[in-house]
Each structure stands twice: as structure tokens, then as C-alpha cells.
């Protein structure tokens, strides 16, 4: 658990605030720079139309993840992050379980998403089962994932 420090805040982020700028570096510091990759050189114009969740301690952005509409039952969970030095803080969990509540409350039935091989066993804790084969992605081995939710 975190130690000294307040409670995480897990809340939406506007995109095009200043929060969604400090979302921007947070996502390409954690999951793009390591690979050699900018996110900056993506097109991001599609996110204005997802929903953006951010953890947040001592109002300082330590966590992201997007969610976005594939129908009327489905949300994809993409773009899941946290800080280097705030990893291993449960603060992913809280995340997941935020947009999971999110999803239900709107009517969703299942989460769907792209795990890195890294991250399965962390999702599979979240109880999200994989639903495909190893697959490449971004040069990075994913699975297909997914939970019912509703």
C-alpha cells in the first residue's frame, strides 16, 4: 500500500484540459519511449470520443487508462498506465475496477482488451480470461482479453 500519502482519486479526464495533456506524457513515458516510440506521432483525433480515467495522488496524475465504445455491450480498456514509481501500489486495480463500475452503470456487458504478454497475469488477477492467441501489436506480444461485466 501506499505509505504518508492521501487516498488515490480515480476520476474522468476532459480531453483537451490540461489533464488530458498530462495524460498524453504520462501514456507516452510508461508505454511508448521504452519501445522507441513517441505517442505524439499517433493519430489521437478518435480519443475525443472515449472516455479517459485518471488516478490521481496528491493531485499529482500517477495513472490513465481510455476506455472506448465498440457497440452497445462492449468497451474496449486500452492505453492502461502508471507511473514508473507508483507501479505495484494496487493503483491498476483501482483503475480497472473504476472502469469496470463505469461500464456496468452504462448499460455495458463485457470488457474487452489487448494485454501485452507482461501484463496477462495482472488482468487474469482482474478476472479477465484470454479469448485469442498471442498476436502482435505495436512489435509487443498481446492476447485478447475479456470479463463479463453486466
Do not use: W
Not at 112 to 127: D, H, I, P, S, W
Not at 134 to 147: A, D, G, T
Amino acid at each position: 500500500m501506499i505509505e504518508n500519502k492521501k487516498e488515490v482519486i480515480i476520476r474522468e479526464i476532459k480531453c483537451n484540459s490540461e489533464e488530458y495533456r498530462n495524460e498524453l506524457k504520462l501514456r507516452d513515458e510508461v508505454l511508448r519511449k521504452p519501445l522507441g516510440m513517441c505517442l505524439y506521432d499517433e493519430n489521437m483525433e478518435a480519443e475525443k470520443n472515449d472516455i479517459h480515467i485518471g488516478a490521481y495522488l496528491n493531485n499529482s496524475l500517477v495513472g490513465v487508462l481510455i476506455l472506448t465504445k465498440l457497440n452497445s455491450n462492449d468497451l474496449k480498456m486500452r492505453q492502461v498506465a502508471v507511473k514508473g514509481t507508483m507501479q505495484s501500489k494496487k493503483i491498476g486495480s483501482k483503475m480497472v475496477c473504476y472502469a469496470e463500475d463505469f461500464a456496468k452503470n452504462s448499460g455495458y456487458k463485457n470488457m474487452m482488451l489487448n494485454a501485452r504478454k507482461t501484463a496477462v497475469a495482472f488482468y487474469e488477477k482482474q478476472g479477465y480470461k484470454r479469448i485469442s492467441d498471442e498476436f502482435l501489436e505495436i512489435n509487443l506480444p498481446h492476447y485478447k482479453m475479456s470479463k463479463c461485466i453486466g
